[in-house]
């Protein structure tokens, strides 16, 4: 899905935890924001540097090493609970009802056991370079600074967890959807087909000036 968000908000227990498993992923997409900023940053001072002084920022290599992970994973449970993620909207879409959210529950289930093995795998990665009896308690660094690389390591199970937990709160949302066939459930990213899609797009871009246009066509 793209353009503003689709999900509902209401007064629930559901959805008064929603909320708060918002704000903390939205933490982390402002941290994302930082990082992607910073690294900006470093590139300008490292340019200038070797234009300037024919001499670039040292240990350039290893400060990207160290933002790349927080820009990558830190937005990815924002993204799902906004619905952003890659998928087959030309298929769901077409979808209403219990199908839907029973297809929703499937498809929601297989990514939560893949998540769960990425877990494993991420933190066994992480516990590979954590060594309490070294300095920095680091078993690996970076080549030119010798950055301690298991912090850097660390916020990819971390960043998997918090989507671990946004979707097991998303099954939990649609198994309840179709209990009760709800059409508009809260909480959960709603499914918009391709003229609903682009209309979000454009009023993004144009800043609300396409549904003036639209309601004008209508009318």
């Known amino acids: 899905m793209a353009g503003a968000s689709s999900v509902l908000e209401d007064g629930s227990s559901y959805s008064r935890i929603d909320q708060k498993l918002l704000k903390l992923e939205s933490f982390m997409c402002l941290l994302s924001g930082i990082a992607i900023f ?6 300008v001072i490292s340019v200038g540097g070797r234009n300037a002084i024919g001499q670039p920022l040292p240990g350039y290599v290893d ?3 160290q933002v790349l992970p927080m820009i990558a994973f830190l937005g990815i449970s924002y993204t799902q609970r906004e619905g952003g993620h890659i998928r087959m909207d030309i298929l769901v879409g ?33 516990d590979r370079s954590f060594d309490m009896d070294r300095p920095l308690w680091s078993s690996d660094s970076s080549l030119d ?3 301690p690389l298991w912090p ?3 916020i990819v199970p971390i960043s998997f967890t918090i989507l671990a937990t946004r979707l097991v709160w998303q099954m939990v949302g649609y198994v309840n959807a179709f ?7 809260v909480g959960l990213p709603l499914v918009k087909d391709a003229a609903q899609q682009a209309a979000d797009e454009a009023k ?15 009318n």
């Open 38 to 43: 910073s690294l900006m940053v470093l590139a």
């Open 63 to 65: 400060f990207i090493e």
């Open 204 to 218: 993004l871009v144009s800043g609300g000036a396409v549904d003036a246009d639209l309601d004008k066509g209508t």
């Open 152 to 154: 850097t390591k660390l």
């Open 179 to 185: 209990k009760t066939g709800a059409t508009h459930p």
């Open 145 to 147: 600074l010798n950055i």
């Open 94 to 126: 077409k979808l209403k009802g219990r199908p839907l959210w029973l297809a929703e529950i499937i498809t929601t289930f297989f990514m939560l056991l893949l998540i769960f093995i990425l877990i494993w795998g991420s933190w066994k990665f992480f």
